[in-house]
């Protein structure tokens, strides 16, 4: 029996991916939000649906002083933990945060700040346990600043940036690090504001792949997998023109 | 107060008639739901589910449309009741996927598995066993309504039993069902014992339909409805009950296993003549052809829900889309004499109809807009042609003198003044929408067309 904690178990992309999870045999879940009574659904479909044992756990991102309490009570109710999924994140309109540092400060505090300090704890952890594994969601945004959403990118570059040195740090103990970099997807957070939804992609390919990422113990997931060509291509223009585009 | 904002798009019911611009809201949760709700005051609403029902029922033009597909979580199952309680976006293919291998199956399903909870109530949807089992809403036990006033509140038959009964079958427009708890039944086997006898023409599926159908727990006939002449209305009967496990083959090793069948798609919409007279009659008549007078096993999807196996099958009918049309004609007014009208008019016309089925049904529930009562009904598809809204006046008219109704969930052409007459407790259904929903919150394309709210 294989327990996960799932940080931020409310969005779009967390529920697909817990029930994908939860379809393979002997998952059981810590699931968490600010707000627990929103899993209360969730949590009961999950025992229903596929008889995963499910702990609800209030979790508040910004509140770093507590995070040491919150993950060693974690480890007492669900006993041990095998992985941590992080999947939350917070994305403001680009000219807001431009205009509003509160805004600006509240997306790196949530996408970058807390996850150092919530993924520092539980890398201790598993290192010291020699197993498991880290996975977080960050994006695609965070491989090149644009100006139409770099203080989201450059929240989520930080972000990826700590995984990848966390993922060198725990190599050698055997502690899987996933780092999710989906583009746009059909979610709570784009619906309504993409215009075109052609482009968004389906929420359960995302968790088929995160899915795939953590079987398969890869280390960086584009998502849908095209991302990783078409991110490849932006990466590859040199600066002296790339600041002229419009992309 | 943060707002789920919506996506105005295109938007069709299954018939892919009418297409209407609506401002489609997708919410994730109750809350997301009566934040719409608050947040558009002076805007109409109606909840659509997976988009099943034919043609206007859970379209609303210009105005709102809340999509429920989200809130699709398993609440509780009692073991010992059977009774299982979920968010209305649940399916019921989802119900199957879950429930079957645990040995429980749906205790009604229509056509097709694709279809909410929510709408399966809405719509008070029927199967191959209303004549002995009735309704969808027999099996729900209550469920909570989402009123226009922002209340949420819980109808069965003891409590708000009105309001139960404006819902059951009341189209969306009492308000949005969150939740709904409804029975399931045991099943031995995920197959059913079909037994197949052909009628040559319409007095003999009569004839066989009064002689025993109260002996199969499932009936239903394919007919031949471009068939005239002495074989007018010549039929295939398809009779059946769950299977026991001693029913079943010695090789079969999990008695609750669907086959797995390869999804088949259709990619595009087929040109507008591909359904046509001759290619329907050529079918008509090699189908009727392939069927022998036995008895054999078929599983439950085969059974039920032989479409589903085709994604987006309201695709060969082209991009003018169909209307399906259904119509029931009560017992003691001369049903036969009814259908035989309705089907000559079709076969005069060459209006070729793909899929048509007759079954018997049975008594009326308390549903103020429930369509299903004892006697007879005939369910057609009819392609988008020109001519086609007189003629389905006239078949309303053919339905009305004999003291018939249409299938709400189908009908993409009644006139106020014909469903006023084909639903004589509309009134009473009014009465109790003003109660639950004073402002009119809820109304859809169909309201307005019925005029049920303006």
Same mark, same amino acid.
């Given at each position: 029996? *294989? ?7 409310? #969005?779009? %992309?967390?529920? $697909?991916?817990? *029930? ?69 994140? $917070? ?11 509160? $805004? ?12 150092? +300090? ?11 346990? =020699? ?15 644009? =100006? #139409?959403?770099? %203080? ?16 060198? *740090?725990?190599?050698? +103990? ?13 979610? =709570? ?7 075109? #939804?052609?482009?968004? $992609? ?15 113990? *890869? ?29 | ?14 018939? &892919? ?5 609506c401002f489609v809201y997708r919410p994730e949760n109750e ?73 429980? /199956? ?16 809405? &719509? ?78 319409? !007095?003999?599926?009569?004839?066989? /339909? ?13 007919? !031949? ?92 009918y082209g991009r003018n889309g169909f209307v399906q049309y ?69 078949? !309303? ?21 014909? /469903? ?35």
């Amino acid at each position: 029996m *294989r327990t996960i904690l799932i940080l931020g178990a409310t #969005s779009t %992309i967390a529920q $697909a991916t817990v *029930r994908k999870l939860a379809a393979r045999s002997n998952m059981n879940f810590v699931l968490t939000a600010r707000n627990t009574e929103e899993l209360k659904p969730l949590k009961q479909d999950l025992e229903i649906r596929y008889s995963a044992s499910v702990i609800l756990k209030s979790f508040d991102a910004l509140n770093f002083d507590q995070h040491e309490t919150f993950f060693s009570e974690v480890i007492e109710e669900a006993g041990d933990i095998h992985g941590v999924v992080l999947m939350y994140g $917070a994305m403001t309109d680009q000219k807001q945060a431009e205009n509003d540092f509160s $805004a600006a400060r509240n997306m790196i505090d949530v996408n970058y700040t807390s996850a150092v +300090s919530i993924l520092n704890i539980a890398a201790n952890y598993f290192e010291e346990m =020699k197993r498991g594994f880290i996975c977080a969601v960050s994006s695609v945004a965070g491989d090149r600043g644009r =100006k #139409s959403n770099y %203080i989201y990118g450059s929240t989520k570059a930080g972000l990826s940036v700590y995984l990848q040195g966390l993922r060198n *740090r725990l190599h050698a +103990s055997g502690v899987q690090v996933l780092t999710v970099k989906p583009g746009m997807v059909d979610t =709570k957070m784009t619906y309504g504001v993409v215009e075109n #939804s052609k482009l968004l $992609a389906d929420p359960n390919k995302v968790a088929t792949d995160i899915q795939n990422g953590l079987v398969k113990r *890869r280390d960086v997931v584009y998502t849908p997998w095209f991302w990783f060509i078409i991110m490849g291509i932006i990466k590859l223009i040199p600066e002296i023109i790339f600041k002229r585009t419009d992309i | 107060m943060k707002v789920t904002k919506p996506v105005k798009k295109k938007i069709s019911g299954w018939g &892919n008639y009418p297409v209407e611009s609506c401002f489609v809201y997708r919410p994730e949760n109750e809350t997301d739901i009566h934040d719409i709700i608050e947040g558009t005051q002076d805007f109409s609403h109606i909840a659509y589910g997976l988009g099943r029902s034919y043609a206007d029922t859970a379209l609303n033009k210009d105005q709102g449309v809340i999509r429920l597909e989200q809130l699709n979580h398993f609440l509780h199952f009692d073991e010992d009741q059977r009774l299982l309680t979920c968010e209305a976006g649940v399916t019921l293919s989802d119900i199957i996927d879950v429930f079957l291998p645990r040995g429980y /199956f749906l205790p009604v399903t229509p056509g097709t598995k694709l279809v909410t909870v929510g709408g399966a109530i809405a &719509n008070d949807v029927h199967g191959k066993n209303h004549h002995v089992d009735g309704c969808f809403s027999e099996f729900v036990t209550s469920f909570d309504l989402l009123t226009g006033s922002g209340e949420v509140m819980t109808c069965s038959r003891e409590e708000n039993s009105e309001v139960f009964w404006a819902t059951v079958g009341g189209i969306g427009l009492t308000g949005i069902i969150l939740r709904a708890t409804i029975s399931l039944i045991p099943v031995e086997s995920a197959f059913i014992n079909v037994t197949y006898e052909k009628a040559g023409h319409l !007095d003999e599926a009569f004839d066989k /339909f009064i002689e025993n159908d109260q002996n199969y727990k499932y009936s239903v006939a394919w007919i !031949d409805c471009l068939s005239s002449g002495s074989s007018l209305g010549r039929s295939v009967l398809m009779r059946g009950d769950h299977a026991k496990q001693s029913d079943l083959p010695m090789n079969v090793q999990d008695p609750y296993a669907l086959p797995n069948k390869f999804p088949l798609k259709m990619p595009v919409h087929a040109p507008g003549m591909a359904l046509n007279y001759w290619s329907i009659s050529a079918f008509n008549q090699l189908y009727y052809s392939s069927f022998k007078d036995e008895s054999k096993l078929e599983d439950l999807t085969s059974f039920f829900h032989p479409l589903d196996a085709i994604d987006d099958w309201n695709k060969l009918y082209g991009r003018n889309g169909f209307v399906q049309y259904q119509a029931v004609f009560p017992k003691d007014q001369q049903p036969k004499e009814g259908i035989r009208k309705l089907l000559e008019r079709l076969s005069s016309d060459k209006r070729s109809s793909f899929l048509a089925v007759l079954k018997s049904s049975g008594q009326a529930n308390h549903g103020m807009l429930s369509f299903p009562m004892e006697g007879y009904t005939l369910a057609l598809d009819i392609p988008n042609k020109k001519g086609l809204f007189p003629f389905l006046k006239e078949l !309303d008219e053919i339905v009305l003198a004999h003291g018939g109704r249409v299938y709400l969930a189908k009908d993409a052409s009644l006139d106020e003044e014909t /469903f006023k007459q084909m639903y004589p407790r509309w009134e009473e259904f009014l009465n109790v929408k003003q109660q639950v929903d004073p402002k009119g919150v809820f109304r859809s394309s169909m309201s307005r067309r019925l005029g049920l709210t303006d």
